[in-house]
């Protein structure tokens, strides 16, 4: 059996300049409205008061996410045309000639990584740069990144190197999915369902 | 108010609509049948059976609008084994065929009343199951926390019969009313005999108690849902607003006036001696008013759609 990829995030790392981003735009020529890779901004904070003294306690850490290709992807399960599946390495990617556009897999999927493209009317998703893949280059977000925060491989040996939390707001519950993605986590991290931040660029998830 | 779902709207309603039209039909048929006999009721059921047709039917068109490539629509039953959207479409036909047949069937006469009845109750089976796998298409999303209620089958059950057993009333009326101008068109006068007065009113009676039944229902499953979802807090807590506004107080204040008091206007009025002028301009308000805040209602539904995760 092929061994299944996934994909590495090293928060402590990310700058948030969103490189990874328009890396994967760029390569992939995508129209205004559609990013696969997208980077959250997820921030919070309290005040503690120590007798008169007022301190701010703050935070703000960045999240990249793309499709993480899940061991049990909702998007699959929930597509009614089979344009949705997994290959032999896990990797998860729509069938254009299948594909009605029905928009069921993007109400599914809990990281936004299926978009429609409105000219074609077909859903589009990232398939973790196949084509550059076939060729021994790394994925063009991996490359892209200066401070080489994201990585890419068969994910046991990710796992087995950097651990196996991805359960850090504002992710949602991996239970749903079990996507294969690995977080090394920012000092601030929150866990998943602590809702003590807010993600504080909506319009560019 | 949700635009960009309209094809998913019209369809979810006017195919609930036409599933509760259905089944509040042959309940006519079968209790009002034992007491007025077969024949009788037929002449009040069956036009408003030839009703439910187009409604579906427009339903169905408008729900191809939903794709965004309609070339690529016959895929849409490939997955049956894991995807409620495929075994929707697929029961969606199958009520559509079956009551067809059946509403051939019953024009011609074919076949014996048994084998008849025995359609009829299939394809009332068929359309109660359709209503069930529409409700679970939202509610199996786990990822979207307005629509992993309970309430979601519970509003579309309650949809299906509230509007079902409303349009059933407004066709009745709406028959008798058109055969009655037919009638002064030609030069006749229009003479409703009395067991048809009586039977009518007595239908009448019963789909205004049950539409304030049923709005008695609705009106729990709302506040339970809404107070359910804000006390969630997180993407249940943001969805949660959208169940308010100007929309929303439309929505209720619609569904109330047609079920509640024009509903309870029809129990009172409906007598075998009542105006059936009066009678249908009731009828169809009560049905026109409802369906309008179910409308509302559903399209409040799909602005719900907020996401856990990002
Ligand atoms: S991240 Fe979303 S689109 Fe990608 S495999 Fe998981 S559920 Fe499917
Ligand atoms: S939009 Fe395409 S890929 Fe997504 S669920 Fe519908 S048919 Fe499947």
Redesign the pocket.
């Known amino acids: 059996m092929a061994e299944k990829l996934g994909f590495y995030f090293d928060q402590t790392l990310c700058t948030g300049c969103k490189a990874c981003s328009v890396a994967c735009k760029d390569k992939h020529d995508h129209a205004v409205g559609i990013s696969w890779r997208r980077v959250a901004e997820y921030a919070g904070g309290t005040w503690q008061q120590d007798g008169d003294t007022v301190v701010p306690n703050v935070f703000s850490y960045y999240t990249s996410i793309a ?4 061991e049990d ?4 399960r929930v597509c009614p045309t089979t344009a ?1 599946s997994q290959g032999e390495d896990g990797i ?1 990617t729509i069938d254009q000639t299948k594909c009605v556009g029905c928009r069921y ?1 993007e109400w ?4 936004s ?2 978009q429609l493209n409105a000219a074609t009317g077909h859903m589009t ?2 398939d973790m740069c196949a084509d550059y893949r076939a060729e021994g280059q790394d994925p063009a977000c991996v490359a892209a990144c200066p401070s080489r925060a994201l990585g890419w491989g068969p994910i046991d040996e990710l796992r087995a190197k950097h651990g196996t939390l991805a359960a850090v707001e504002p992710l949602p519950d991996p239970a749903i ?1 079990r ?1 294969r993605l690995v977080i090394t986590p920012h000092r601030d991290a929150q866990p998943t369902g602590s809702g003590t931040g807010f993600v504080a660029n909506p319009g560019e998830l | 108010m949700n635009t960009h779902e309209l094809p998913m709207i019209i369809f979810t309603v006017l195919a609930q609509m036409s599933v509760g039209a259905f089944v509040v039909l042959g309940v006519v048929q079968v209790v009002a049948g034992r007491r007025f006999g077969k024949e009788s009721v037929d002449k009040v059921t069956d036009p408003a059976l030839y009703a439910i047709g187009p409604a579906l039917v427009l339903g169905l068109i408008a729900s191809m609008f939903h794709m965004n490539d309609v070339f690529h629509t016959l895929n849409v039953v490939r997955h049956l084994g894991s995807s409620w959207l495929s075994r929707e479409i697929v029961f969606g036909l199958l009520f559509a065929g079956l009551g067809f047949l059946f509403a051939v069937v019953q024009w011609f006469k074919w076949g014996s009343p048994r084998l008849r009845q025995a359609l009829a109750a299939l394809t009332a089976l068929v359309g109660l199951t359709l209503v069930y796998v529409m409700s679970m298409i939202y509610y199996t999303l786990e990822t979207v926390p307005a629509w992993h209620s309970w309430a979601t089958p519970a509003q579309f059950f309650t949809t299906t019969f509230l509007l079902g057993s409303l349009a059933v009333g407004a066709a009745f009326m709406g028959a008798l009313m058109w055969r009655r101008r037919a009638a002064a068109k030609s030069g006749n006068v229009f003479h409703v005999d009395d067991a048809t007065r009586t039977m009518l009113s007595s239908c009448l009676k019963g789909i205004g108690l049950g539409a304030v039944a049923l709005l008695g229902v609705e009106f729990v499953i709302i506040p339970m849902h809404i107070s359910g979802l804000s006390a969630a807090g997180g993407a249940a807590g943001r969805s949660a607003l959208v169940f308010s506004g100007v929309w929303f107080i439309a929505r209720l204040v619609l569904v109330f006036l047609g079920a509640g008091l024009l509903a309870v206007f029809l129990y009172r009025y409906a007598t075998p001696t009542a105006q059936v002028r009066t009678l249908a301009i009731i009828a169809t308000s009560a049905f026109v008013l409802v369906l309008a805040g179910e409308l509302i209602g559903r399209s409040l539904f799909y602005d719900s759609m907020v996401r856990i995760g990002m």
């Open positions: 499709c993480n290709h899940c992807p909702i998007c699959v949705m998860v897999c599914a999927c809990p990281y990584a299926p998703k990232c999915t996507p």
